[in-house]
């Protein structure tokens, strides 16, 4: 029994490999008949992208990727950031696809020095088996490209910058609210440009590939939280006034009042007082004569033109929804407010009887800072604290009750020589004017409800008129 198993396995194993061997030359025949339509051809079923060149003569991959190029030339390239766009042509950046090598590599599938390598590309396309998918983008010249993006980067990159908080003899002497860096990503602008010429096909040619140059922010390792102890935040808010056509000796009291200021902190539930703050204002303190407004009337005097640092403080105070403990309106319409404001949002001091005082009801220190800026001739005055929430509700002026100037005044001195008229008081109309302002705490509870009124009284022009020898 054990003897005809063995003989029976034997003969099947004999069988086996005749079917083996019958089957191998069968398939290297079927390959070979085959492999002998396609000498000067690319294999079946060989793709370039989602292109199928089998069957095809290298010939007929030079001129379908020729066909592209042409296309791929007139293509227009723009890299965009904000408002800078650099445009460029396919044809400038040398964009195209390597035909030859295209061909080349297609036409080589098949038929590799490496025997065994050779041999399973054969079958599997020769046969049907499988396919080979080769994928291709086009060149392009990437100097022009990375030399816009580098100017881009010089231009708008931006370093982050820290907090600055230093406290000396009770006020802020360096005071910077920390700044986001800027850095754009060109590495991604690249990547996107390169991802677009992925799979560009003869019926897939874009005519404008755009590249949108993205920026992200850094972070600076110091916020203004982190840098004092006095819960100061951010800007909670800020008030500005135009001093446009004040004469020199104006311009350098109201610059010299503002230094006073800078820098301030006022603490939780104190108030400020201009008259205070500002000191004494003097020729001794270094102020210059003036117009003020004097006894009715307007005179040169010491530090003539600091009304123009309370009527800012006063607008930085309302903007901000802080209480206004006093405030005095000028007594006639002072060109200078109305520069960028209806009548009524001024405020005049004149120590020691009329000052203009505010008071810090936030949960933090208020700190001022100063911004004179001489080449527009505008003063800002910025607080900076804690933000509780609160909405200020303020209504534009209402002028009315116009009345004309009086009829100019004309005064006989023997300070002039006879027949020599010199202007020293300017004619203003006369009017009234009021605004409303509301303040609502975070909870919708009404905190302040006022209406500023403000009654200006028609003023005179006056000439002197020499009498003098």
């Given at each position: 029994?054990?003897?005809?198993?063995?003989?029976?396995?034997?003969?099947?194993?004999?069988?086996?490999?005749?079917?083996?061997?019958?089957?191998?030359?069968?398939?290297?025949?079927?390959?070979?008949?085959?492999?002998?339509?396609?000498?000067?051809?690319?294999?079946?079923?060989?793709?370039?992208?989602?292109?199928?060149?089998?069957?095809?003569?290298?010939?007929?991959?030079?001129?379908?990727?020729?066909?592209?190029?042409?296309?791929?030339?007139?293509?227009?390239?723009?890299?965009?950031?904000?408002?800078?766009?650099?445009?460029?042509?396919?044809?400038?950046?040398?964009?195209?696809?390597?035909?030859?090598?295209?061909?080349?590599?297609?036409?080589?599938?098949?038929?590799?020095?490496?025997?065994?390598?050779?041999?399973?590309?054969?079958?599997?396309?020769?046969?049907?088996?499988?396919?080979?998918?080769?994928?291709?983008?086009?060149?392009?010249?990437?100097?022009?490209?990375?030399?816009?993006?580098?100017?881009?980067?010089?231009?708008?990159?931006?370093?982050?910058?820290?907090?600055?908080?230093?406290?000396?003899?009770?006020?802020?002497?360096?005071?910077?609210?920390?700044?986001?860096?800027?850095?754009?990503?060109?590495?991604?602008?690249?990547?996107?440009?390169?991802?677009?010429?992925?799979?560009?096909?003869?019926?897939?040619?874009?005519?404008?590939?755009?590249?949108?140059?993205?920026?992200?922010?850094?972070?600076?390792?110091?916020?203004?939280?982190?840098?004092?102890?006095?819960?100061?935040?951010?800007?909670?808010?800020?008030?500005?006034?135009?001093?446009?056509?004040?004469?020199?000796?104006?311009?350098?009291?109201?610059?010299?009042?503002?230094?006073?200021?800078?820098?301030?902190?006022?603490?939780?539930?104190?108030?400020?007082?201009?008259?205070?703050?500002?000191?004494?204002?003097?020729?001794?303190?270094?102020?210059?004569?003036?117009?003020?407004?004097?006894?009715?009337?307007?005179?040169?005097?010491?530090?003539?033109?600091?009304?123009?640092?309370s009527t800012t403080l006063?607008?930085?105070?309302?903007?901000?929804?802080?209480?206004?403990?006093?405030?005095?309106?000028?007594?006639?319409?002072?060109?200078?407010?109305?520069?960028?404001?209806?009548?009524?949002?001024?405020?005049?001091?004149?120590?020691?009887?009329?000052?203009?005082?505010?008071?810090?009801?936030?949960?933090?220190?208020?700190?001022?800072?100063?911004?004179?800026?001489?080449?527009?001739?505008?003063?800002?005055?910025?607080?900076?604290?804690?933000?509780?929430?609160?909405?200020?509700?303020?209504?534009?002026?209402?002028?009315?009750?116009?009345?004309?100037a009086p009829a100019p005044?004309?005064?006989?001195?023997?300070?002039?020589?006879?027949?020599?008229?010199?202007?020293?008081?300017?004619?203003?109309?006369?009017?009234?004017?009021?605004?409303?302002?509301?303040?609502?705490?975070?909870?919708?509870?009404?905190?302040?409800?006022?209406?500023?009124?403000?009654?200006?009284?028609?003023?005179?022009?006056?000439?002197?008129?020499?009498?003098?020898?």
């Open positions: 029994m054990s003897i005809k198993i063995i003989q029976f396995a034997t003969k099947s194993l004999f069988f086996a490999g005749v079917f083996t061997t019958a089957y191998v030359v069968l398939l290297g025949t079927v390959l070979l008949h085959r492999d002998s339509t396609y000498k000067t051809r690319i294999y079946p079923h060989v793709y370039a992208n989602t292109a199928n060149f089998g069957g095809k003569e290298q010939a007929d991959v030079l001129a379908y990727y020729q066909k592209i190029n042409e296309g791929l030339s007139r293509v227009v390239i723009t890299i965009e950031y904000k408002d800078v766009i650099a445009t460029y042509s396919g044809q400038t950046l040398g964009l195209r696809y390597d035909a030859s090598t295209i061909a080349t590599q297609l036409y080589d599938i098949g038929r590799s020095q490496n025997w065994p390598t050779r041999m399973v590309q054969k079958a599997t396309t020769l046969l049907g088996l499988g396919s080979y998918r080769l994928s291709y983008k086009p060149g392009y010249q990437f100097e022009p490209i990375n030399e816009q993006l580098e100017l881009l980067s010089t231009a708008y990159n931006k370093e982050p910058k820290d907090a600055l908080f230093d406290l000396k003899d009770g006020r802020v002497s360096a005071f910077r609210v920390e700044e986001d860096g800027v850095e754009l990503n060109t590495k991604q602008a690249i990547q996107t440009f390169e991802d677009s010429l992925l799979h560009v096909t003869e019926s897939n040619i874009p005519q404008h590939i755009q590249i949108v140059v993205e920026a992200k922010a850094i972070k600076p390792k110091i916020t203004l939280g982190e840098a004092n102890n006095f819960g100061i935040l951010e800007k909670i808010g800020e008030g500005a006034s135009n001093y446009k056509g004040s004469s020199a000796e104006r311009i350098h009291n109201l610059s010299l009042a503002a230094t006073k200021f800078h820098g301030v902190l006022i603490p939780p539930g104190d108030v400020l007082s201009y008259n205070k703050t500002v000191g004494d204002i003097s020729v001794a303190t270094g102020y210059k004569t003036a117009y003020v407004i004097k006894n009715g009337r307007t005179v040169l005097g010491d530090g003539g033109g600091v009304c123009q640092d006063f607008r930085a105070a309302l903007n901000t929804g802080l209480p206004i403990v006093e405030r005095k309106g000028h007594a006639y319409r002072v060109k200078y407010y109305e520069n960028d404001r209806k009548p009524g949002f001024d405020a005049t001091v004149y120590a020691p009887s009329v000052d203009f005082k505010f008071k810090n009801d936030t949960p933090a220190h208020i700190l001022i800072q100063v911004d004179n800026n001489r080449a527009t001739q505008t003063l800002t005055f910025s607080f900076y604290g804690k933000h509780d929430g609160r909405r200020v509700e303020l209504s534009d002026a209402k002028v009315y009750g116009h009345t004309p005044l004309y005064e006989e001195t023997p300070t002039l020589p006879r027949g020599v008229t010199k202007q020293v008081d300017w004619a203003a109309p006369g009017a009234k004017s009021e605004f409303t302002y509301k303040v609502y705490a975070a909870s919708g509870e009404l905190l302040q409800d006022k209406v500023f009124y403000t009654a200006y009284r028609p003023w005179q022009a006056v000439f002197l008129v020499g009498t003098g020898e």
